[in-house]
């Protein structure tokens, strides 16, 4: 995962524990500053190495922001703002679950190609080994024929193989 997650959760959401005593009337209590803090503490270390988890994490936040609202335990205002921030958040990790998603159905499709080359390539050195084989059960009038089909094979097997590297 790269660094803009993170940095992202940290600025976004760091001011979450400054939102207590902000007014002469506190926009937020100090025990929902706490909680929320939390969680924001949570979604910035998943962040760091499971965007998926850090998403989850960031639903809970959601949640107890939510609750907070419902209870009045933080003013709208800051709600909204704190809510703003989230979303901005959420981009971020969406983007980078994505984009991890993306790259293991690229790595995966790079295997199956790999490994249908291999079996492409073992099928046709057993097929020139048959008929190897059944030339040298035919007699010499079809010796000429076995070993120009175990060139070509041999041929085929070495572009494949030089492909492959060049990949």
């Known amino acids: 995962m790269t660094r803009r997650p993170l940095a992202t959760i940290t600025a976004a959401l760091a001011g979450v524990a400054l939102l207590a005593g902000c007014a002469a009337q506190p926009a937020i209590t100090a025990e929902t500053a706490g909680e929320l803090q939390a969680s924001v503490v949570s979604v910035a270390t998943l962040a760091q190495t499971d965007a998926a988890a850090a998403l989850a994490e960031?639903?809970?936040?959601?949640?107890?922001?939510?609750?907070?609202?419902?209870?009045?335990?933080?003013?709208?205002?800051?709600?909204?703002?704190i809510r703003s921030s989230i979303e901005l958040v959420r981009a971020d990790l969406t983007a980078a679950?994505?984009?991890?998603?993306?790259?293991?159905?690229?790595?995966?499709?790079?295997?199956?190609?790999?490994?249908?080359?291999?079996?492409?390539?073992?099928?046709?050195?057993?097929?020139?080994?048959?008929?190897?084989?059944?030339?040298?059960?035919?007699?010499?009038?079809?010796?000429?024929?076995?070993?120009?089909?175990?060139?070509?094979?041999?041929?085929?097997?070495?572009?494949?193989?030089?492909?492959?590297?060049?990949?």
């Open 97 to 167: 679950v994505e984009a991890a998603a993306e790259a293991a159905a690229a790595e995966a499709e790079r295997v199956a190609a790999e490994k249908a080359a291999a079996d492409k390539a073992a099928a046709d050195q057993a097929a020139a080994e048959e008929a190897a084989r059944q030339a040298d059960e035919d007699g010499p009038e079809n010796d000429k024929e076995a070993r120009e089909a175990q060139r070509e094979a041999e041929k085929e097997r070495r572009e494949r193989e030089k492909e492959e590297r060049e990949d």
């Open 58 to 81: 960031l639903d809970v936040l959601e949640g107890r922001l939510d609750a907070a609202s419902a209870d009045g335990s933080i003013q709208a205002d800051r709600a909204t703002d």
